[in-house]
C-alpha cells in the first residue's frame, strides 16, 4: 500500500525525523487541551479535507473510525467544511470517504 | 466594525445571495450529519484556521464559544491544526484566538 | 463517470443540500450582475484553474462551450491565469483542457 | 503608495526581470487569443480574487475600470468565484473592491 | 511522456508565450542574484514541493541532478519544507522524489 | 514585538508542544541530510516565501542572514519562486525582504 511504503522509506531512512514527528503530533494530540479522542480526530479530518490531502484524510478517517465515529460523523465533518473551503473542495474530500468505506480494507493506510 | 460592514454591505446589495449562502450554510449544518452544535462550530473554526481566513475565524470562533464551547477547546483545536497544516498557519490562528479572547466585545464580529 | 457519480451520490444522501448549494450558485450567477453567459463560465472557469480543481474544472469547461465559447477563449482565459498563479498550474489546468477537447463525450460530466 | 513604491524597487533594481516578466504578460494578454480586453481583465480579477493576492487584484481592478469595465461587472466577477473558493475569499476581494471604489485615487495603485 | 506533451503542444501553439516565460525564468534564474547553478535548483524543488506540483517538481529535480545535486541534498531540501508547510505537503514531494530515482529515464521529462 | 510575544505564549502555556515541534524542526534541519546551514535557511527562505507566510519568512531571513547569507542571496532566492508560484507571491515576499533590511532590529523576530 502506497501510503505506508512512503511512510516506511521514511521511517527506515530517518527514524530520528519520524519519532520527533510523531512525537509532536502526539504532544499537540494528548497535552494540546480538553478535547477526547473522536472530536480530535473529526477536527484533524476536517483540516486535511479543507486542505486536499488525499493520504492524510485517509489516515484520519481511519483512525476517526478507530476512535469509534460513526461514517455519519465524518460524512458531517466533511460536509462542513464546504461554505468556508469551496464546493470542489468539500466533493474531492467526500469521494475520498466514499471510496474509504467501500473498500477499507484495500484503501486503509 | 469591519466584518460586519463588509457583510452588511453584501446583505443590502445582495439579499437574495446572502440567503441563499445562509441557507446552505443552514442546510450543512443543521441536515449534514448527526454531529452536536459544538461540535460542529469547532470543525468549522479549524477549517478557518487550517485555511488561514481570518474574518472566517472570528465568526467561527465567536459562535463555538456562544453554542459552550471553552477557551481550551478552540485552542486545542487550533493546535491540532498543525502536524498537517505547518506551524505558521496553527501561530497566525492562535494569534487571532489570543486577540478575540483578550477583546471579545471590540472584535466580535 | 466519476464526477456524476460523486454528485449523484450527494443529491441522493443530501437532497436538500444540494438544492440549497444550487441555489447559492444560481444567485450568484443570475443576480450577481450584469455579466452574460459566456462571460460567467469564463470567469468560472478561471477560477478552477487558478485554485487547481480538475472536476470543477470540467464542469465549467463544458458549460462555458455550451454557452458558446469557443476552445480558443477557453484558452486564453487559461493562459491569463499563468503570470498571478505561476506557470504549473496554468500548465495543468491547460492539459485538462486538451484532453477535454480530445474526448468530450468521454470526460464530459 | 505601497504598491508602487516596492515595484519600484524591483523595476529600479533588476529591470531585466521586470521587463521580461512584463513582455510574459503581454504575450499571454495579447496573443493568448481572441477575448477582448474587457473580458481579460474580468479573468484577471477573478483570479487574483480566487487566490487572495491583495494588490494584484488592485492592479487588475484599476486596469479592468480603464478597460471600459462598470464596477457591476466587477462585483459580478467576484461574486461567482464564491462557490468554488469559497465564501470567506469572496469577502475579502468584496471589501477591496468597495474600498477601491471609495478612494480610487488613494489606493489606486 | 505527459510533461513534454502538454509542453510541447503549448510551444507549438504559442510559441511566443512560451518563449516569453522562458525568457523571464532565464532572467530571474541568471540575473536575480549571487546564486550558484545548485543552489537555484534547490530553491526551485523547495518552492514545487512546497506549493504541491508534482511537474514542475519533476522537471526540478531532473535539473539540480544534473547541475550535480545529489540525491540526500534534494532530499534534504524536501526534508525541511515540513515544519513550515506541514508533513503531508512534504511526504507527497518526498514521494515523488523516490519515484524519480527509481526510474529516472521513464518519469524524467 | 509580535511574532515574539506569540511564540512567548505558546511556550509558557504549552512549553512540551513546542519543545517537541522544536525537536522535529532541529531532526530536519540538522539531520535530514548534508546541506550546509546556509543553503538550509535559504530553502526555508523559499518555502516560506512561496507559501505566503509574513512571520515564518522574517524568522527564516533573520536566521539565514546570520547563518552568514548576504542580502542579495535573500533577494535571489525570493525571485526565483516568481515563475513557480506566481508573481505577486514573490512581490509580497520581496516587500517583506525589503521592510527587513531597512529596519532588522524593529522587525527581528
Given at each position: 500500500?502506497?501510503?505506508?511504503?512512503?511512510?516506511?522509506?521514511?521511517?527506515?531512512?530517518?527514524?530520528?525525523?519520524?519519532?520527533?514527528?510523531?512525537?509532536?503530533?502526539?504532544?499537540?494530540?494528548?497535552?494540546?487541551?480538553?478535547?477526547?479522542?473522536?472530536?480530535?480526530?473529526?477536527?484533524k479530518v476536517a483540516t486535511?479535507?479543507?486542505?486536499?490531502?488525499?493520504?492524510?484524510?485517509?489516515?484520519?478517517?481511519?483512525?476517526?473510525?478507530?476512535?469509534?465515529?460513526?461514517?455519519?460523523?465524518?460524512?458531517?465533518?466533511?460536509?462542513?467544511?464546504?461554505?468556508?473551503?469551496?464546493?470542489?473542495?468539500?466533493?474531492?474530500?467526500?469521494?475520498?470517504?466514499?471510496?474509504?468505506?467501500?473498500?477499507?480494507?484495500?484503501?486503509?493506510?
Amino acid at each position: 500500500m502506497k501510503i505506508r511504503d512512503n511512510l516506511d522509506a521514511l521511517i527506515e531512512k530517518h527514524p530520528e525525523i519520524y519519532e520527533a514527528y510523531s512525537r509532536f503530533g502526539k504532544a499537540v494530540h494528548e497535552q494540546g487541551g480538553p478535547l477526547d479522542e473522536r472530536t480530535r480526530w473529526l477536527i484533524k479530518v476536517a483540516t486535511s479535507a479543507a486542505l486536499g490531502y488525499p493520504k492524510a484524510q485517509l489516515t484520519h478517517m481511519t483512525k476517526a473510525l478507530e476512535a469509534g465515529c460513526t461514517p455519519e460523523e465524518l460524512e458531517h465533518t466533511i460536509l462542513l467544511v464546504a461554505p468556508t473551503a469551496g464546493f470542489p473542495r468539500m466533493m474531492e474530500a467526500m469521494e475520498r470517504l466514499r471510496e474509504h468505506l467501500r473498500s477499507p480494507e484495500e484503501i486503509r493506510p
